[in-house]
């Protein structure tokens, strides 16, 4: 419709006529979501900012948007021209939004957001910051919906089951453990708000949210029922079934609001309040029991059961035959000029489609070549579409969802002959990489802790990278979950046996090129001893690794050993998939440094 100049000063004008000096966008619809349907892209709105992280604040003169070091680059281009100021959240002299609005308002101002797309922690931020200075706070505000012409609808796209053979465990078992953990906490009541929590505790997918298998619902867990609300034409008949046989009663997704209203006084109510939104929290009547806790099911459903396992281990072999398939079709087409950075991820997506029990891509591949692969979560598209040339890094990161498991690997190889900074820039990647996926820990390890590992080599070279080195994955579910990370920062979870986690190290030099190897690790238990139990990773990915790019003479014996041994795993798990022509060529691929 409008500019994003034109649609803030309808919004301004909005905020005026009642009294409202503040306004706040974020990035989130009412569940949390880090990816939302178009419905809930508020913040892409009234911004044009694409990227799934932001805050938008808009003053009646000042606008800013705040976003973390992924999206620098990008925001600063999607911003061009628009009025709102680009925050870069994380730097040392980058001020916190909140503490941005509080510096220019006065006592008597009035902020407002919508609470339904806000969680109870966040709101509790704003409330915390501001009662000290006089400022009142309206979390009923929903200024954008009256502007928004052509908002596109909540999704009303059919749900499907994962079966059980992929699961591990039924809802039924899954509903029993969530309920042993209730009792331990004393909740008689336990509210999921989060999409992949209810996915996976119903073994149900959807297509609600791109790339994201899951639909929008809330589910209420009591020691003696369950209530799934969701829009019901979502619910086929044998799934309804199904769901009447497992005694889960089904409510329209709207009711939620009045069912907590008016849920059982004096209960022991059990949410999360980092995925639980603050409107629901402000309905909760005064007389129930509210224990907020670190979410149940995110905890569960970290830890990957046997059956879980073995189907990424089957998933991988899948998306390794894909990658190999994809980096011989680039190798053979790059040098005609016939690639492109959205040709080339458009293939790589056929390739996956060839496998069975291939569902869809887990996320947009980034498909970065030179200085495009320098911006972490580079989006190509048509207008920002470059030709492949023999002379610089691509970067290619994706992943695939297959019913036993979700991918997501990144592979960055030189389409020509790299000089000796990249090689040495690969290189040192690679050595962080490889020091992590082979590190032994005790357990009790949180992600903070191993971070450094990945880091060192590169800060041994005065070098750095802005994002965090790994994120928890799903099964058939997001791609991006927790509880765990390995960052910078503690988020307070120790690893544990099951967890699978991204090890993604990388380099980005602005305006040359970037780097990033990505492979999935899953953790197992490695030794007992006097000093307690010891944990481990397995490196899932199945993918070879640029040689061409490493500079030998930088790695250490062992570094070679571990290169050497991963790339006969990749030959000998991939190769019987492979055709003649193919197997020779992984071969030349995978062959020993020496």
Known sequence: MSTTAEKIFLLRTKMLNLGI???IVPSS?????????????????????TGSAGTVVVLIDEAGLWTDSRYYLQAEKELTDSGIDLF?????????????IAERLNPGSKIAFEGEVFSIDDARKLSKKYKHYGITLDPHQTLLDDIWEGRPPIPENTIFVHETKYAGLSRREKIENIRKKMRQQDGSHYLITALDE?????????NDVPFNPVFHAYLIISLDAVYLFIDTHKITAPIGKELAEDDISVQLYSDIFEWVKEMPLESGLLFDPATTNARIFSLIPKEVIKIEKPSIVKDLKGLKNKTEQ????????????????FLY?????????????????????????ENENFVGESFGAISGFGAHGAIVHYSVSEETDIKLTPDNFYLIDSGGQYQEGTTDITRTVHLGAPNEQQKS?????????IALGTTCFPAGTRGVHLDILARKPLWSKGLNYGHGTGHGVGCFLNVHEGPQSIRPNDNGVAFEKGMI????PGLYRTGQYGIRIENLLLTLESDHSEFGEFLKFETLTLCPIDLKSIASSLLTHEEKLWINSYHKNVYDKISPYLDEELQVWLKEQTKEIK
């Open 198 to 206: 209810i996915a996976w505790t119903l073994n149900l997918r959807g």
């Open 329 to 353: 079709w680039l190798e053979k087409n790059v040098p005609n000029g016939s690639v492109t950075e959205l040709s080339a991820s458009k293939q790589l997506k056929k390739f996956r489609a």
């Open 29 to 49: 619809d009412p569940h949390m979501s880090e990816y939302t349907a178009a419905h809930w892209k508020k913040r892409e709105f009234i911004s044009g900012f």
């Open 425 to 433: 820039d690969f290189t040192m990647v690679l050595k962080g990489n």
């Open 310 to 325: 073995d189907g990424f281990r089957n998933a991988m072999v899948k998306d390794g035959v894909a990658m190999v398939k």
């Open 501 to 504: 986690t991204s090890n993604e």
């Open 21 to 23: 000096d503040a306004f």
């Open 88 to 100: 870069k959240a994380g730097e040392a002299d980058t001020p916190d939004y909140v503490d941005w």
